[in-house]
């Protein structure tokens, strides 16, 4: 069953791998904070983790957390309701 709770997790871990995604780009681009190095780290550490005989590159860290972001969107009910303009 899906509750408020488990939407509310949901939606707490989407926002957080959005915020990583953002702290890709900033470490990418220069300009990043220590903070944003910090999630860029525990990415790429969670990819060696998970999948050792992947490619470990910032690029595939990055990849990862795109995925984990997809998947986490399409569990949510409150990510998949249209956006009101």
């Given at each position: 069953?899906h509750?408020?709770?488990h939407e509310?997790?949901?939606?707490?871990a989407?926002l957080?791998l959005?915020?990583?995604?953002?702290?890709f780009d900033?470490v990418?681009?220069?300009?990043?904070s220590?903070?944003d190095?910090?999630?860029?780290?525990r990415?790429?550490t969670?990819?060696?983790?998970?999948?050792?005989?992947d490619?470990?590159t910032?690029?595939?860290?990055?990849q990862?957390v795109e995925?984990?972001?997809d998947?986490?969107c399409?569990?949510?009910v409150?990510?998949?309701?249209?956006?009101a303009?």
């Amino acid at each position: 069953m899906h509750t408020v709770e488990h939407e509310w997790e949901l939606h707490v871990a989407i926002l957080d791998l959005e915020e990583t995604i953002r702290a890709f780009d900033r470490v990418q681009r220069g300009g990043a904070s220590a903070n944003d190095v910090k999630r860029v780290q525990r990415a790429m550490t969670d990819l060696l983790e998970t999948s050792p005989d992947d490619d470990f590159t910032m690029e595939a860290a990055r990849q990862n957390v795109e995925r984990a972001h997809d998947q986490l969107c399409a569990q949510s009910v409150l990510h998949r309701l249209p956006v009101a303009n």
